[in-house]
């Protein structure tokens, strides 16, 4: 209990849609008490809306929590009730520790300071003191790529070299607690490779990270636990893998496997050693155990088995493999799908289907049913592990 | 009204403070011709403005120009340009900001106060030019210029309330600034830079129900004319410095919550 850094209960934000007055032409009607009593009232005036409701959370110290969900959703807004930005209508937020909010990357950069100057200025926004700044000025410098474009005023510099400059600083604060709004998609691979390990020692070292993204195999790999809202509400608090999993589901109004005349259930994703995993590198073995649950009987049918990239959806592979060893049974047939992991480094979703060999006609879809990722460091881009080893032709 | 924990965060921000003010002193001289000359350009061009005048009346009134006159409205304007440009500078300071307001927690008094400490290091040069000049010119001292650093800090007390009072408004209503701006330079008129509240005769006290203008006087009373000021405007213009300071900061921190969604 004493562990906790973060603790959310029954937090409910609101926002008014359109115009607020904004001139003293405006002023008649009584002035400082409309400011002041927005915070009051509680239920939805006219034009308002619910941004967070009643969302309860805690974030133990040392906890690296992913929040993902789609725009909109109120991740951004949970952000700024955190760092005491906006202050929620209802409910209570408790954030222990100092705290530092990367929402914005280059927040505070002044067009006509240079480089260096910059740096001391957005790590004092920050809340570095000039002496942190001063002994990691080198690191900084070396992290951005950037040491010789030091004493150029920042408004030469291309949108790239803005982001990794203002990224570079962000990352060298050391606060006990880090919030992290979607600021890790600047920069080229190299770059994001870059961020990525950096956040990676920023947990291992004790803080505490709340990280929202987008990018679901930055959240995998960074974040044990994982947040799901929508709509303001938070729809799920689990594992990484699971949450992503439900997210991408709910992306999909198709929901799962009712009314149909093949069931496939107890869909579970192991390595070699028959351990759960969500998490592979290329090259490893795999197995997916299934049932099957039918009626009838499957000899003639074929089952599907597709593998998406989940972050632009490339398809990866789309076989129909044979089922004749399922016999017509009432029971539930306990199946084994093995297969090599040969993909590269990303987020990927395993799909099912059931399809009656000859015709047109599924039996079954099962979208999404497993999310995986694959983690490593061999490559720039890419899906297919192709295993290349160079050697002297004798 | 004014709770230890409001004065603790400005103190934790200090440094973010200092880093603002730096930022507003640099980039008011970057890529400028002039660089730090600017801070003297302000004071001077109000100086020969009040000796253009002082020349009129003189000629007016036939009586000649004296030192006392030009040195009363050198050692007036500088302090009226720090006036100006704080109020016109802190007006501003948070709609200019809006993206830290909108995306990073610190206490947003740090802005306003920015602002203000920024023309206070213009107001630095300034003065130091100018004591230089007066001391060779002449005009003496005495023991009166002891009041002076207590003028000073009043002035600067007052300062820092109304830019922060407006700094607050502003960000609620926008047309704020331009109805500041207007009064800023109508405001040259009643408050006697250019000439004493004296000149007035029986009306004086009107004028000095403006505090600035009252410390204005009371400057000039204790530098050129070497008199003790007189310590009714001074208890006067004190009680404005403090209790201002007091009522603008618990306004601007009782709407700071507000600050990041109304920007």
Not at chain 1, 2 to 23: L, N, P, Q
Not at chain 1, 153 to 180: C, W
Not at chain 2, 147 to 171: D, E, Q, R, V
Not at chain 2, 201 to 227: Q, S
């Amino acid at each position: 209990m004493s562990d906790v850094v973060i603790e959310a209960s029954g937090v409910c934000k609101k926002f008014k849609r359109g115009e607020v007055y904004g001139s003293l032409r405006d002023l008649v009607p009584a002035i400082t008490k409309k400011v002041f009593s927005q915070r009051r009232s509680v239920e939805l005036q006219e034009k308002e809306f619910w941004a967070l409701k009643d969302v309860s959370f805690q974030v133990e110290k040392g906890e690296a929590v992913g929040i993902i969900g789609p725009n909109g959703a109120g991740k951004s807004t949970m952000l700024k009730l955190f760092s005491g930005i906006l202050r929620p209508n209802k409910g209570h937020i408790a954030v222990k520790g100092r705290l530092s909010a990367l929402i914005e990357v280059g927040a505070g950069f002044h067009p006509d300071l240079t480089g260096k100057e910059n740096i001391y200025l957005n790590g004092a926004i920050l809340g570095m003191t000039r002496k942190e700044i001063d002994n990691k000025l080198e690191e900084i410098v070396e992290f951005s790529g950037l040491s010789g474009l030091m004493d150029t005023p920042v408004k030469r510099y291309s949108s790239g070299m803005y982001a990794r400059l203002g990224f570079s600083v962000a990352a060298h604060v050391n606060p006990d607690l880090l919030l992290v709004d979607e600021v890790l998609s600047v920069g080229d691979m190299k770059f994001q490779q870059k961020c990525i390990e950096k956040m990676k020692s920023v947990r291992d070292s004790g803080s505490t990270i709340i990280f929202i993204s987008h990018n679901f195999e930055s959240v995998n790999i960074l974040c044990p636990k994982t947040i799901f809202l929508q709509n303001g509400q938070i729809k799920n608090i689990g594992k990484t893998p699971e949450v992503i999993k439900e997210y991408v589901n709910s992306a999909r109004s198709y929901d799962g496997n009712s009314h149909q005349e093949v069931t496939i259930n107890n869909i579970i994703l192991a390595d070699n050693n028959n351990a759960l995993n969500g998490s592979f590198i290329p090259g490893d073995k795999a197995r997916i155990s299934l049932e099957i649950s039918t009626q009838r009987s499957l000899k003639d049918c074929l089952l599907g088995f597709l593998v998406h990239r989940v972050t632009d959806g490339i398809s990866v592979c789309d076989y129909n493999l044979p089922l004749d060893m399922v016999e017509e049974s009432s029971k539930s047939t306990p199946l084994v799908i093995e297969f090599d992991m040969n993909l590269l480094r990303g987020a990927y979703a395993i799909s099912f289907h059931i399809l009656s060999h000859g015709s047109t006609r599924y039996l079954n879809r099962t979208y999404n049913a497993i999310i995986f990722t694959i983690e490593e460091r061999v490559s720039w881009q890419g899906i297919s592990h192709l295993n290349p080893v160079v050697r002297k032709l004798k | 009204m004014i709770k230890n924990e409001m004065i603790q965060e400005i103190i934790t921000y200090r440094h973010l403070l200092f880093m603002l003010t730096w930022r507003d002193i640099k980039i008011k001289y970057k890529q400028s011709i002039m660089g730090f000359m600017w801070a003297i350009l302000m004071p001077v061009l109000v100086v020969s403005a009040g000796i253009l005048v002082k020349t009129a009346f003189s000629m007016f009134s036939g009586k000649p120009i004296d030192l006392a006159s030009v040195a009363s409205v050198s050692v007036k304007s500088v302090p009226w340009a720090f006036f100006v440009g704080s109020i016109r500078f802190a007006t501003s300071s948070l709609t200019n900001n809006m993206n830290l307001i909108t995306k990073i927690y610190f206490p947003r008094e740090v802005l306003p106060l920015a602002a203000t400490f920024s023309n206070l290091f213009d107001f630095i040069i300034a003065a130091t030019l100018l004591t230089f000049i007066l001391a060779f010119s002449g005009l003496g001292l005495s023991i009166y210029l002891l009041w002076l650093p207590l003028l000073l800090i009043i002035f600067i007390l007052i300062t820092t309330a109304l830019g922060m009072f407006l700094a607050c408004a502003n960000l609620f209503f926008r047309d704020v600034k331009y109805i500041v701006e207007v009064i800023l330079t109508f405001a040259i008129f009643f408050t006697p830079v250019f000439y004493e509240a004296s000149m007035l005769g029986k009306w004086a006290p009107v004028l000095l129900l403006n505090p600035i203008g009252a410390l204005l006087e009371c400057i000039n009373t204790t530098v050129v004319l070497h008199h003790a000021p007189d310590m009714f405007w001074i208890s006067y213009s004190a009680l404005w410095g403090i209790g201002g300071l007091l009522i603008a900061w618990k306004i601007f921190h009782d709407a700071e919550f507000a600050f990041a969604e109304r920007i």
